[in-house]
């Protein structure tokens, strides 16, 4: 076995020998989830993952308590100056000769009982105007409140922006590694775009969403505790009518909130159906464009745009609804307190500066449940996109890895009575037994569908068995880590993958410690050095992922080089060659075969020419093996081998239309 850590080479999206309606190709249907949100459960379990940023929540709850308590001290500090203000005005019109007590005596004989009790309630000297230098240092005292609420209020914003980072962090990671662990059972039931949707947009949501909510939700809590105080100490009749908005506000948010809430998860459902669409139809542009189906691509994409239309539409319509509802309720709250402090103001009960700062009290008092009331949509979106992260992360993972040994493997494979199917009511292989010794080439022919990728894929335990064991130099590869498994097999596939990176790069993907001579020898082995020199870069040529700015017979060519810098001590090559030309194809099979010597090799091919020289031919037919030898053995029995290869070499059209037509 070699040293090397997984992985080694990248699997097919999609096994060949999987059933059909697996398939992700251009123009497929998608399922999206369209159930209502359980917005309680997503909303606790998105807090739980705040819990590693306890501390840093905690000093956000002070600094932010500070900076409320000093913005709700500033409204009281102005009644101070307004209520100076209105005593200068009231004085001045005062006989400067008559103390207090005499002006409201004198007020009361002639009759103006009500100018006598408003006069009783200001701090004024009779015939004294504006006392300027008490109110200016009123307003610095202001001032100096407003500032340093500032200052806490930014801190506390300052702190909320490092928490929400932290947390979409630990959720990118946690999904990340989430997906590490899935089986690939996982990602051929789920469109490639519906999961980056999930990845990404839906995990950007989430953090938009905590970025504009938290701050907003923690200052609006302190803010009506504190403003509730305040109002309590200055007006206990006025604080009653303003409270009785609260439960008014509770209860319009709740019912909006309950009928949005199903249309956000369609709406984030819609749009990882339409990301998935389009990744489709770019990614097969090519096969789109050749067939015709550029208009029933535009039509589908037509559709799947209303539909997120429709569901982002009725979303924000419905849940856009609350912050009106929430202004009416406030203004109207705002005319009432307005009316009842004139009156009491009139008969001396409060003075013109509390009534100036009970009012502004109630614009503060409704302020947060507005603001309540206007992040209420984000809230909906953001846990609806949680609750499909969520589903990511509480999908079914492939079985834990066990802490066995594997040591050398010297490349022994055995199947014995494996059963194995993709779904419960199509089996594939059934009581399949097989005996590979070290050292021999195993090729693997049969129909499409007869289940010889899938053989292979077991041996890497990309998929787990249904019953029976798999044996690796007599161990069975269940009781010991898959990266042991892994680690001891390379594999070239029909469907080359490459990644965003330098040729150089994408050849040393399975030995990232390999020496620039390894990876060179790597690629004269496999051909690759004749094309990478005529290149102006070289082996630093950067290829993208689809690899288009090389052919596809060179994408083959690099993955076969990188088995070659692997050193495996079992080769799998499923259709290596089949992307080269023939002149090529003769010299990597010659070079495969020196790599397939001294190490075992399974050989998937449809061409039999290239496996004429296998120790053993194993022919599969509906998931079985039907068939095993030599060429020449299987050739001379005239069986379903024989078949195959008079099929390919000297059958013609009418035969195989003959073979294909139903019999009558």
């Given at each position: 076995m070699s040293g090397t850590s997984e992985p080694k080479v990248a699997a097919n999206a999609r096994p060949k020998d999987m059933p059909q309606s697996r398939g992700h190709g251009p123009g497929s249907q998608f399922q999206g989830g369209e159930k209502a949100a359980n917005f309680a459960t997503s909303a606790r379990r998105l807090l739980r993952q705040l819990r590693p940023e306890r501390v840093r929540i905690a000093l956000v709850l002070v600094l932010s308590a500070i900076g409320v308590a000093l913005n709700v001290?500033?409204?009281?500090v102005l009644a101070r100056a307004t209520d100076a203000i209105f005593a200068g005005i009231i004085g001045k019109q005062l006989p400067a000769n008559l103390t207090k007590e005499q002006v409201i005596e004198l007020l009361r004989s002639q009759g103006k009982g009500d100018q006598a009790d408003m006069v009783s309630g200001l701090d004024l000297v009779p015939g004294q105007g504006i006392d300027f230098t008490q109110v200016g240092e009123i307003l610095l005292l202001a001032l100096g409140v407003y500032a340093l609420a500032g200052v806490f209020a930014w801190l506390a914003a300052y702190l909320t922006n490092d928490i929400v980072q932290r947390t979409v962090y630990r959720m990118r990671?946690?999904?990340?590694?989430?997906?590490?662990?899935?089986?690939?059972?996982?990602?051929?039931?789920?469109?490639?775009?519906?999961?980056?949707?999930r990845v990404t947009n839906d995990i950007d949501n989430v953090a938009?969403?905590?970025?504009?909510?938290?701050?907003?939700?923690?200052?609006?809590?302190?803010?009506?505790?504190?403003?509730?105080?305040?109002?309590?100490?200055?007006?206990?009749?006025?604080?009653?009518?303003?409270?009785?908005?609260?439960?008014?506000?509770?209860?319009?948010?709740?019912?909006?909130?309950?009928?949005?809430?199903?249309?956000?998860?369609?709406?984030?459902?819609?749009?990882?159906?339409?990301?998935g669409q389009v990744e489709e139809a770019f990614t097969g542009h090519a096969i789109v464009k050749v067939f015709g189906r550029s208009r029933e691509v535009e039509r589908e994409f037509a559709a799947k745009n209303d539909e997120l239309y429709s569901a982002a539409f009725g979303?924000?319509?419905?849940?856009?609804?609350?912050?009106?509802?929430?202004f009416l309720i406030g203004n109207l709250n705002y005319v009432v307190i307005a009316v009842l402090g004139g009156m009491r103001v009139a008969s001396g009960q409060m003075g013109l500066g509390d009534v100036q700062a009970f009012i502004q009290y109630s614009r503060m008092f409704t302020q947060p449940l507005t603001q309540l009331a206007?992040?209420?949509?984000?809230?909906?979106?953001?846990?609806?996109?949680?609750?499909?992260?969520?589903?990511?992360?509480?999908?079914?993972?492939?079985?834990?890895?066990?802490?066995?040994?594997?040591?050398?493997?010297?490349?022994?494979?055995?199947?014995?009575?494996v059963d194995f199917s993709y779904s419960p009511d199509a089996p594939l292989i059934e009581d399949m037994n097989l005996e590979v010794l070290p050292g021999d080439t195993v090729a693997i022919v049969g129909p499409t569908g007869a289940g010889k990728t899938t053989l292979v894929n077991l041996i890497m335990r990309f998929y787990e068995l249904n019953s029976g064991t798999i044996l690796a130099d007599g161990?069975?590869?269940?009781?010991?880590?898959?990266?042991?498994?892994?680690?001891?097999?390379?594999?070239?596939?029909?469907d080359s993958w490459l990644f965003h990176?330098?040729?150089?790069?994408?050849?040393?993907?399975?030995?990232?410690?390999?020496?620039?001579?390894?990876?060179?020898?790597?690629?004269?082995a496999a051909?690759?050095?004749?094309?990478?020199?005529?290149?102006?870069?070289?082996?630093?040529?950067?290829?993208?992922?689809?690899?288009?700015?090389?052919?596809?017979?060179?994408?083959?060519?690099?993955?076969?080089?990188?088995?070659?810098?692997?050193?495996?001590?079992?080769?799998?090559?499923?259709e290596a060659t089949s992307s080269v030309d023939t002149r090529t194809e003769l010299l990597v099979q010659r070079a495969l075969k020196a790599l397939r010597t001294d190490r075992t090799s399974f050989v998937i091919a449809h061409r039999l020419s290239t496996i004429r020289d296998a120790d053993t031919i194993l022919v599969m037919e509906h998931g079985a093996i039907v068939e095993q030898g030599s060429h020449a053995d299987l050739l001379a029995r005239e069986g379903a081998y024989w078949r195959l290869y008079q099929s390919q070499f000297q059958g013609t059209a009418v035969d195989l239309e003959e073979e294909a037509a139903p019999a009558h």
């Open positions: 001290l500033g409204p009281k990671e946690q999904v990340a590694d989430k997906l590490n662990r899935l089986p690939l059972s996982y990602f051929d039931a789920q469109p490639r775009g519906e999961i980056l949707s938009q969403t905590l970025q504009q909510t938290l701050a907003q939700i923690v200052q609006a809590f302190f803010t009506v505790v504190g403003v509730v105080i305040m109002m309590l100490l200055v007006s206990p009749l006025l604080t009653l009518v303003a409270v009785v908005t609260i439960p008014l506000a509770a209860v319009v948010t709740a019912v909006i909130g309950k009928q949005s809430q199903k249309l956000f998860k369609r709406q984030w459902g819609s749009t990882g159906e339409l990301n979303a924000q319509f419905i849940s856009g609804i609350i912050m009106p509802v929430m206007s992040v209420a949509n984000l809230l909906q979106s953001g846990v609806a996109s949680a609750e499909r992260v969520f589903e990511v992360l509480d999908a079914d993972e492939q079985s834990p890895d066990a802490t066995g040994e594997l040591g050398v493997v010297t490349g022994k494979v055995e199947f014995s009575h161990i069975d590869i269940t009781t010991v880590p898959r990266a042991d498994v892994r680690g001891s097999v390379g594999m070239v596939l029909q990176g330098t040729i150089r790069d994408n050849i040393a993907y399975g030995r990232p410690d390999a020496s620039p001579e390894e990876i060179l020898a790597a690629a004269k051909f690759v050095d004749r094309f990478v020199r005529s290149l102006p870069e070289g082996y630093d040529t950067v290829i993208d992922e689809e690899g288009s700015n090389v052919s596809a017979g060179e994408r083959q060519l690099i993955t076969i080089a990188r088995a070659f810098l692997v050193d495996p001590s079992v080769l799998i090559l499923d």
